[in-house]
């Protein structure tokens, strides 16, 4: 007997999940097909979610031996308990799926498990664990498969999730190693190096770009770098890996400059490969279903989700884009409007980007690189927190915030933020962006005393006209 939904969406994580509600929300019957054994895809099971416990509990750990001191809290030489710091964030894991699962049950949305293949417009097989299958009538289907592991363009490497690790590896760790080589200077490469840095490994980064979190601000990333450097962190930038290879009970990295040069093998503990990741369309049955993909492997969707099959919308990592949880948890909502006959919409101007690290790095809108190769005249206001009475009372001084505004209309374009907790305070930016404010706009509005966010009024405020409090 087959089943006639109005959605069935393929893929469990922040897109699909999100997307799920929604639709239950405005009244389309709904269906979730997930081949993992818990909801929230790679951003709850082994992404985001558990990446921030272990990024948390290190930080604490880390506080605890270098920075109590200087507060007048002597704790003496902290211990690590990795058992128990991993047992923390698998309880994180734990608590965050069995939510998703509580509001599938109360938005009365069926969870299917099992593998999703796409037959063709309003049919998707179900192929359970014991290879019985089922077809899943739906007027809509939402593929939101996400993305996998890229691995290093051109180079064979054998992950194993022990020596050679992916992200998912690296939240696993046994034991603390004594050298992480860590290849890729984006995200995960410096959230998940910072994790085991505090823990006690030495962390080398080796990037192929010149700089590490290619396309951030050139200014944060460079300041950024030197604040790692301090950490402990060893950079080999304008370096390309050519192998990973196993030795002994670790693993070598050998790469050479990108400009030309001579070979350097390094040794390593554990390698995490950190370059990338790629869509998710592995046994979709997408091409017999007539998708079409893009020259980069990615669903191809107009800009209301649709792809090249009516009735057959993607969102999410699977679809071009940043690989963002949250720019999938608004697409999810949008495409649930659009199915259900409203105007759904996601404003690509106004995503903010935050990297989870100590300090947090976070920014929203365009950077000062893109505003000049765009030809666009602007304005820039700049407040360092080391001027801030909370960050000193808080002794958190390091980085700044960063006003981007237009010079013909005060119009904010960008804000970028490197300090601690800038990913929360992005958010006050995002909103004033998505409103088309100004810098004067933001200089304006009253913000509380003492607190963090002072530094972003005061850098508006250089934007507009002249801070106060430098
Ligand atoms: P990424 O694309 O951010 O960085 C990969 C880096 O690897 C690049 O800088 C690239 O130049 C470098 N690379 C590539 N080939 C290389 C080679 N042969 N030798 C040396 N370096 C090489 O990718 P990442 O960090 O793996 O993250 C994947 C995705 O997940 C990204 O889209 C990221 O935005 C997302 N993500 C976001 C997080 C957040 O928002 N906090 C956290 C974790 C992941």
Known sequence: MSTTYDVVIIGSGPGGYVCAIKAAQLGLRTAVVEKRATYGGTCLNIGCIPSK?????????????????????????????????????????????????????????????????????????????????????????????????????????????KVIVSSTGALELDRVPEHLVVVGGGVIGLELGSVWARLGSRVTVVEYLDTILGGMDGEVARQFQRMLGKQGFAFRLGAKVTAVAKAGSGATVTFEPVKGGAAETVSADVVLIATGRKPYTDGLGLAEAGVVLDERGRVRTDGHYRTSVPGIYAIGDVIAGPMLAHKAEDEGVAVAEIMAGQAGHVN???????VYTSPEVASVGRTEEQLKADGIAYKVGKFPFSANGRARAMLQTDGFAKVLAAKEDDRVLGVHILGFGAGEMIHEAAVLMEFGGSAEDLARTCHAHPTLSESVKEAALGAFFKSIHI
């Open 53 to 161: 416990a272990m990024l948390h509990a290190s930080e604490m750990f880390a506080e605890a031996g270098h920075s109590f001191a200087a507060l007048g809290i002597s704790v003496g030489s902290p211990k690590l308990d990795l058992k128990a710091m991993l047992a923390h964030k698998d309880a994180t894991v734990a608590a965050n799926v069995g939510g998703v699962a509580f509001l599938f049950k109360k938005n009365k949305i069926d969870g299917i498990r099992g593998t999703g293949r796409v037959l063709g417009a309003g049919m998707v097989a179900v192929t359970a664990e014991d290879g019985s299958e089922q077809v899943l009538e739906a007027r809509n289907i939402v593929i939101a498969t996400g993305s996998d592991v890229a691995g290093i363009p051109g180079v064979p490497v054998d992950i194993d999730e």
């Open 348 to 354: 690509y101007g106004v995503i903010p980007s935050v």
